[in-house]
């Protein structure tokens, strides 16, 4: 630190404790880097006026350092940890519900004026030190901003998006990025992956990738929300007598029973054998029947039908008639 | 970064904090502890927060809903840095020539 710390509070020896305490608070308001964000001097000037004032506000302690008895080394406190390291950062618990989703700027007004602040910064040429040995702040002068955000598109298998995975995109510049797939995605769901986007200017956070998901079609499921459907195709015996058949579903085979007389376009449902969806609620498989007959009809079964006729009238359109 | 403090090294970490004055802090709602059984826990935010808070009651004789009042309009002003430095990346990641026409739309709306 400054080797006289009257003159880091801009006081003399003379100064009285009064006047030291009023030195500091004066500092305070105008460099504490907490309140002054946008001073990149200010930080600097608050280090050397506090460690100042911890040698100076006791008296003893001042009268020994006044005395020659002890210097002004090892006065600094240990590490500063300002708020302002995190009051802007993301998930700062004190920050509330902000941005421009939520908010956003009231009117153009502000934004302008926010840009006047970024122009003149600009056209005031970079390069500009703050202060030896001391991070810069975002005042004029200079330039940290968040890095832009990155796009890219996935292709992801059925069974991948149903159950999760990790995938590994390759980059433009020949870099990879590995890609942790959540159980449950739905197809045009985007991933944001912080950080992973283009590098920030100055001291700017890196902007975020943003990885859109494209889920392929299954041969044999489809996905509505969590549930699954499955057209299930059956033999015309099982479905007059009931049979007890194995149904593939996206975590293996299950056998399922199929009741006494289904018809074709019946929905069976297989409760939580669907997607594990957002909620850790696993949806439900769907199974649309299909009675599917025999490529060739045997004369065993024409006969069969044709005494089944003659004694039993059903009409299965009788409801279409006018 | 995720490190939990006590209230014990809180206080030893943070100068100008007393166990009473921590107390009167939570109860004010200027630091959110996690709440732990069977004590409470703090974040690094929490102790950089403590620590202008001691600086603000020291400094300004600023308590209870004076300081939290002040520390609202400080995370007010580092929310609107945090999006300007959003929208400043945003605007940055353009191509030259929508830059130049910001800058200029900005230049005509200027008040002289």
Redesign the interface.
Known sequence: MNSDPYAALGLSKSATDAEIKKAYRKIVKTSHPDLNPDDPTAEARFKAASAAYDLLKDPEQRARFDRGEIDASGQERPEYHFYKQYAGAEGNPYQGQGGFDARGFDNAEDLSSFFDEYLRGRAGGTGRSSGPGFGAGFGAGEFHAHGADRHFRLEVGFMDAVLGATKRITLPDGNTLEVTIPRGIRDGQTLRLRGKGEPGFGKGQPGDALITVHVAEHPLFKREGDDIRLTLPIGIDEAVLGARVEVPTITGSVKMRIPKGASSGKVLRMKGKGVMGRGGKRGDQLVELRIVLPPKIDPELAQCMEKWREKHSFDPRRGMKS | MSRIYTEREVIARV?GLSGARLLRFIEAEIV?PIRRVPEPGF???D???L??AC??AD??DLEGEALALV?SL??Q???R?????????????QPPEVRAQ??AA??R??PD
């Not at chain 2, 840095?81 to 990641?93: F, N």
């Open positions: 100068p959110l974040r690094a935010v102790l950089a927060r620590g202008l600086e603000l400094q300004f520390l400080v995370d002003l580092h929310a840095r945090a999006e300007l430095r959003r929208l400043l990346g945003a605007v940055a990641a910001i800058a900005l230049a709306g200027r």
